[in-house]
């Protein structure tokens, strides 16, 4: 049962526009949500993380909003760059780590329209 | 570079033979995982250790694959008899222990089994 759902495979946008990246999770133990961004044929790169006691976040382009009482977390690109063509992975995990370490969705492909 | 890495990059074997990976973590973290992922689908968590300790094992690692990280620093992955469905991408990340935890992931070793 995945516990951490990206419903939409692929995303495509416009150069200069908003990506909006959305994710569900289902385990109300989680408290503490990650992006990572993840080019061919390499590791996942950490992007962005959010709390549970917040529900923003902001670095540069880069805001993830969560919303715990939907179980709800998006993160918001703008303006979007070529370079930000990628799949996006969003993580969770439970107070203090550790065990199951990050639960990850399947990943959203981000194709930037020039 | 005092990032995650990995060696091999590409691992191509035949069914039946045994493989082993390497992952140098970054120096000062303590927590060392292995995670596995196939097409489509997000990171896998496969195990962790918190220094030389391997503290949790996924029900996905059977009892072909072991892990061990000797004296807290490297860790090695094997995979015995290798199987078609074993062919994956297998990524190490590490972390310092607490909470809003952050992985840190290497590129990972491409393994196909032919």
């Known amino acids: 049962d995945q516990q951490v759902k990206q419903n939409s495979p692929s995303l495509s946008v416009q150069e200069g526009r908003i990506s909006i990246l959305n994710c569900d999770y289902t385990?109300?133990?989680?408290?503490?949500f990650l992006w990572y961004k993840k080019y061919p044929a390499e590791g996942p790169t950490f992007l962005i993380s959010?709390?549970?006691i917040k529900d923003k976040n902001e670095d540069g382009r880069f805001t993830v909003f969560l919303n715990k009482s939907a179980k709800h977390l998006s993160l918001h690109i703008v303006p979007s760059q070529p370079g930000d063509s990628a799949v996006y992975f969003c993580?969770?995990?439970?107070w203090g780590g550790g065990a199951d370490g990050l639960t990850f969705g399947k990943g959203t492909h981000l194709i930037i329209q020039p | 570079d005092t990032g995650v890495s990995q060696d091999p990059r590409h691992k191509i074997t035949k069914r039946g033979q045994n493989v082993t990976f390497r992952c140098d973590p970054i120096?000062?973290?303590?927590?060392l995982y292995w995670y596995r992922q196939t097409l489509g689908q997000g990171p896998e968590f496969l195990t962790y250790?918190?220094?030389?300790?391997?503290?949790?094992k996924s029900r996905l690692l059977s009892d072909r694959f072991s892990a061990e990280r000797p004296k807290g620093s490297f860790s090695t992955l094997e995979i015995q008899r290798t199987e078609q469905g074993d062919s994956a991408m297998y990524l190490c990340?590490?972390?310092?222990?607490?909470?809003?935890?952050?992985?840190?992931f290497g590129s990972g070793t491409q393994l196909s089994v032919l």
């Open positions: 250790f918190q220094n030389e300790a391997q503290l949790e």
């Open positions: 120096s000062e973290h303590n927590r």
């Open positions: 385990n109300s133990m989680f408290d503490y």
């Open positions: 959010i709390s549970s």
């Open positions: 993580a969770a995990s439970l």
């Open positions: 990340a590490s972390s310092t222990a607490g909470t809003n935890e952050k992985l840190f």
